[in-house]
Every structure is written in C-alpha cells, then in structure tokens.
C-alpha cells in the first residue's frame, strides 16, 4: 500500500519582482517565463515532491508582494507549515526586507513553521548581497538558508528540499508534522 504523502502549506513572501511566481513555476512546471507578470492577491499551486523513498505534498501560495496588497498576504499565512522568504541577489534591499517578512510571521501567530531565506537571480551580473551575507541574516532570524536561480533553474529542488527534509524531520521526532497542528485539529 502506498504512503499518504506529508502535506505541506508553503508560503512564498517577499518583494516585488524578487521571483516569487518564477521560483513556483520552476519548481512546479519546470518553465522560466521572462515576462511574469506580478501576482494580484496570491495564486495557488500543489506540486508532490519525492525525498528518498517519502513524498511531500506542497501546497504553495505565491504572495503578491507589492504594498498596496500587504494587508491582504496575511491572510494566506494562516495554517502555513513552510515559508520561502525570498530576496533578490541584485538589490541589496529587498535583503533588508526580509527582516520585514520575518516580522510579518511571527506577528501573524506563525511560529512553528520552516522557514527558509532564498536568494534568487544568481544567474544574473551585478550581485550586491554575497552569500555570506545572506546566510548571516538567515541564521540570525532563525531560518534556513538557500540560493536559487528561477531562470536556470539552479538551486530551485535543493530549496524545496531542505523544507522537505526539516518536515520529515520534525514528524519523525514528534509524530505530528507540528505539535501545535495536532494540538488545534478541530473546526477551529
């Protein structure tokens, strides 16, 4: 009999253009579309993904990361297991605004969930956050850490599975892919 793959609510935050939608569909469809258009509100994406003989199935919420819809992607937080931050590698400041979305999480009741910093574009010229850097921040909000590029899909699985792996992880320890879940099953 085969094994119910482990679900997984992941939510990808982050700034305008940083590469959310490319990094989705990478994952999801293998596709790079130079043209992405922003994401309004957030879309919706499932994706199973195989680690060694276990089966993770994502459910992945790409956030609009623009302003005028920030009051909206809280919301879609709610009941998240996985979170991808991501940044881009070119300007320096969507790094600061990690910070941002890390603090968005933690104000939003989000407290149990694998949370991973990924720097997108590595493919690109003109990089102004080194690795170190990122891997600093990471560290210092309590998060995983990886780098990606969406366009040649470099990086792109190794991301999905450290999330992967610190899920399976987390179940193997506790018997629950989040205390706290088994703790809240029920209508509310």
Not at 67 to 72: A, G, H, Q, Y
């Amino acid at each position: 009999m085969a094994e119910t793959p482990l679900e997984s609510k992941c939510v990808l935050l982050g700034d305008t253009g940083v590469g959310k939608t490319c990094i989705t569909q990478r994952f999801v469809r293998n596709e790079f579309n130079p043209a992405q258009q922003s994401t309004s509100g957030a879309a919706f994406l499932r994706h199973t993904f195989k680690i060694g003989d276990k089966f993770v199935k994502f459910q992945l919420w790409d956030t609009a990361g623009q302003e005028k819809f920030r009051s909206l992607t809280a919301m879609y937080y709610r009941g998240a297991s996985a979170v991808v931050i991501v940044y881009d590698v070119t300007r320096s400041s969507t790094l600061e605004d990690v910070k941002y979305w890390r603090q968005q999480l933690i104000d939003s009741g989000v407290l149990d969930a694998v949370v991973i910093v990924v720097g997108n574009k590595i493919d690109l010229p003109g990089r102004q956050v080194s690795k170190a850097e990122g891997e600093i921040l990471a560290k210092s909000l309590g998060c995983l850490y990886g780098e990606c590029s969406a366009k040649s899909g470099d990086g792109i699985n190794e991301v999905f599975e450290k999330i992967a792996k610190e899920k399976l992880s987390s179940l193997n320890k506790t018997g629950t892919v989040n205390a706290n879940q088994a703790a809240k099953k029920g209508c509310c």
